[in-house]
């Protein structure tokens, strides 16, 4: 096998996807990151952290607070990373046409009337998110570009979401404190998790995607 040349066919395979074309095998890997998705809405992981507050009476200013995380944001990254923004788009599109129509794959169900979910607006985010992380990273994958890439995600799905939430808060005449605790539930410290494992998630999927590649010939 020549190395050198397998090596520049690799150094190729970036997320813009210029030689990668629709085949029998790229639709295989599409599905398989649908069902990724799927699966990570579905996955918890249960951590306890600390959180700044008020001090209480022995002057302590942090208290634990527990946190039920869903690995999504890092799937779509890893995506985005993996396929790049044509291929990643679609398959998120392909999800959330799925859970709009057919199927119940979302956190609280599925159907048309998923749109008027407080937290839908996080999920319409992961189109441009998948977009602007795979662009970013398509010309470099280095981690200085990885950490942008990963903080621009980031923001785009949880600033999108939030708007979306207080959409619907004003639409259903919602309390502001209600609204507010939302924010703090669905973006507070879980947008650091988001950040801590979309990067790790955006690295792991470099081997993974080198893999996928041999093996699409």
Not at 10 to 28: R, S, Y
Not at 29 to 55: R, S
């Amino acid at each position: 096998m020549n190395t050198k040349r397998l090596k520049e066919e690799l150094d190729a395979f970036n997320a813009e996807n210029k030689k990668l074309k629709i085949t029998m095998g790229t639709l295989v890997v599409m599905g398989w990151c649908v069902f990724l998705i799927i699966i990570a809405t579905f996955t918890e992981f249960d951590f306890n952290h600390y959180f700044p507050c008020l001090p209480d009476a022995n002057g302590n200013f942090w208290k634990i607070r527990h946190c039920l995380y869903i690995p999504q944001v890092p799937v779509i990254f890893f995506i985005a990373a993996l396929i790049g923004k044509r291929f990643g788009t679609t398959a998120v599109s392909i999800y959330i046409l799925l859970g709009l129509t057919f199927f119940p794959i979302f956190a609280l169900g599925g159907g048309i009337k998923y749109i008027f979910e407080y937290n839908f607006g996080y999920i319409l985010a992961y189109l441009p998110a998948v977009f602007i992380v795979a662009f970013m990273l398509k010309d470099k994958f280095k981690y200085a570009t990885i950490f942008k890439a990963d903080l621009l995600g980031v923001l785009t799905i949880h600033t999108i979401g939030i708007f979306y939430l207080i959409l619907m808060a004003i639409i259903h005449q919602d309390l502001f404190s209600n609204v507010a605790g939302w924010i703090i539930m669905q973006s507070g410290t879980k947008m650091l998790y988001d950040f801590v494992f979309g990067y790790l998630a955006i690295l792991l999927s470099k081997p993974i995607k080198q893999i996928i590649w041999l093996s699409m010939g």
